[in-house]
């Protein structure tokens, strides 16, 4: 399983880098860069699923 | 202005009404179950819709809603409100296409790292006024502590003197919270503002300093110097915007702490949590409504709305909406899906969020660091806002254990 960010979704809240350091980083605006775009391990995938869970615009889907 | 009370807010809405600043949360679930878009010919006509569906659709459909105006006013806008897209105070009143380039400007200052920079100036802040309240029962944790941190941080980022704080405090409330005058009363209040900014940009056009009106000053939009009002109108925008919202977000959540003995018992065993329950404050406790005009004769999940007409655009309601949230009225501030909408949602996300929660973070932090126990010293004293920003304002707190 792998992050999907759909850029022009995010607006910057933050909530996937304040949530999961480790998988996603802010840019110069303070939108979402995804870190780790190949396949996720089982803890990573965790973390994800929160940040996805979190994002109030639903730019972040786990998807194969 | 027709100040008769409300008798029912399903047609003749008034966020003004003592009974909805003092507790809306009951009004909502009511209009969520009759409406869920209630109207009022109040303002000069409004519609306030009430479900996370219909607020999440109006903040991203740019093509019929404008920001041009985001707080009510007396009347409809008319000639009084500047036209789209720059708006009054760019870029929260402005719209595609300008919006997204006069926000890209101020992205940069508001982005986490710069925010960062600033957490051991506002944890020095949070400290000096901790210390200041010496060892009283009672504090007040609104007007003498919660008031005191966003007006400290956005002195100095914009770089006003910082003994100009109660100055500008009351400039904010003329602007926020006086909306039931007549217009040429307000115009009148907004003059001072007008004549102390002047002179704060005069300042800094002969000495500039590193903060963000020299920056305002030096900035180009595809070459050109920014025209004076849009220097103005953003200086207006970060002063207004800055203040009463962070206030009332930290208030808020001292408000909520001081009633459940067992949540402040666990924030402060478990530190940890406290990023998780800052969001759960927000989403519960969400001081932001904002405002859009109707562009067009339109109609939207079957209300006619006219040209003009006002949106009172509540993130709160959204987030207090039982269809989008599990126990959408309970505190949980263990809460870990939380796709709450407390800084808005699409393009006017909140610019100042980063900033917001690192001021809430710290204040909170040091607040329950120093009082790991307090409570409400006259739950019959405490006042809230009332306008587009709602938050506690008198908040005493009765201090029953201190570090």
Redesign the interface.
Known sequence: MKIVLTSEKC?????C??LAPDLFD?????NAVVLVTGDLDADQLERAT?AA??????AIEIGA | MDKTPVTDFATDFDHTDPAWVADPYPIMADLRERCPIAHSDRYGGMWVPVLHKDVQAIANDTEHFTSRTVVIGPGRPGELAPPAPIGVAPPISSDPPFHSIAR?LL??A????PVQNLEGFTQDLCRSLLDAMGDADVVNASFDYAQHIPVGLIAKMVGLPPEDGDLFRGFVHDILEAVDLPGEERMERFQPVDEYLSKVIEDHMVNPKDDLTSFLLDAEILGNKLEPHHVFGTMVLLVVAGIDTTWSAIGSSIWHLAQHPDDLARLVAEPELL?TAI?EFLRAYAPVSMARLVKDDFEFEGCPMKKDDWILLGFPAANRDPAFFDRADEVLIDR??????A?G???H?CLG??LA?MEMTIALQEFITRFPKFELADPQAVTFSQGQVRGPRNLPIRILERA
Do not use: T, V
């Open positions: 607006q910057g809240h933050g909530r880098y304040s802010a840019d110069d605006l303070g929160l869970k979190n994002c109030p615009e639903y | 890209r992205l940069p508001f982005a986490p790292k990023p969001e870990e899906e939380n796709r709450h909408a800084f949602l699409g393009i996300r969020s980063n929660r």
